[in-house]
């Protein structure tokens, strides 16, 4: 079975400053990693994900993630925080046998100061 | 193109009743999966349909049941409600069956209150 780990529920940047959300994954077989935001009264939009080509995926809104398999992680960045960020955030794991089924984290809500 | 429409978007209900949620997948989709997201947790897999065929199952009880029409619109219900039932239910749709990762696109969800 495969899980996902997001360390800090609740992270508080300034605008202007690094975003870096953090997630661990564990799975036996290679994964497919996912990020999505999640803003409030709205479904999931996703932001990006790991296929297993380039280690280091970028996404839309200035996102990227970097997938290390030695450290089973997949943390989340944007070098300069705007206050649309302001959002929760979601780490997803799945895997070829099962399908469709995404597994997430707890969430890592984003505060933006201005 | 429509996103994932869902409905309805709110629904209060009484403990022991029985509710029916609805999802209509982007136009060429073939595979429905619903989710469920109790506040300030993650979503949580409860099924996938695809091709009208239940493809996955998660830990849920059997007052969970879901079915997908031939036009690949589905239904979630669920008997018995619960208390603890009160959430935001997802309903996500895509292409295929999600074998190389694909994505899974989110409808706006339906949030249920179990009074």
């Known amino acids: 079975a495969q899980s996902v780990t997001q360390l800090g529920s609740h992270v508080s940047v300034s605008e202007g400053a690094l975003v870096l959300l953090r997630c661990n994954y564990s799975?036996?077989?290679?994964?497919?990693l996912f990020w999505y935001v999640q803003y409030p009264n709205q479904g999931l939009q996703l932001l990006l994900k790991?296929?297993?080509?380039?280690?280091l995926v970028k996404g839309i809104n200035g996102f990227e993630a970097e997938f290390k398999k030695s450290e089973t992680s997949f943390h989340l960045t944007k070098p300069s925080a705007h206050m649309s960020d302001a959002a929760e955030y979601f780490c997803?794991?799945?895997?070829?046998?099962?399908?469709?089924?995404?597994?997430f984290g707890g969430g890592t809500r984003l505060m933006v100061k201005p | 193109d429509a996103g994932v429409t869902q409905s309805p978007t709110h629904l209060i209900k009484t403990r022991g009743q029985q509710v029916t949620l609805r999802c209509s997948p982007i136009?060429?989709?073939?595979?429905v999966s619903w989710y469920q997201q109790v506040l300030g947790q993650g979503p949580q897999f409860i099924f996938q349909?695809?091709?009208?065929?239940?493809?996955g199952r998660g830990n849920f009880p059997d007052r969970f049941s879901a079915r997908q029409f031939p036009n690949y619109s589905s239904e979630l219900n669920v008997n018995a409600l619960l208390l603890g039932d009160s959430a935001l239910y997802l309903c996500?749709?895509?292409?295929?069956?999600?074998?190389?990762?694909?994505?899974?696109?989110f409808g706006p969800g339906t949030r249920l209150l179990v009074l």
């Open positions: 790991y296929t297993s080509a380039a280690t």
């Open positions: 799975s036996s077989v290679p994964p497919y």
């Open positions: 136009s060429g989709h073939k595979s």
């Open positions: 349909y695809y091709e009208k065929e239940e493809r």
């Open positions: 996500a749709s895509s292409r295929g069956q999600g074998e190389f990762a694909e994505t899974q696109y």
């Open positions: 997803a794991v799945s895997v070829v046998r099962a399908g469709n089924m995404l597994t």
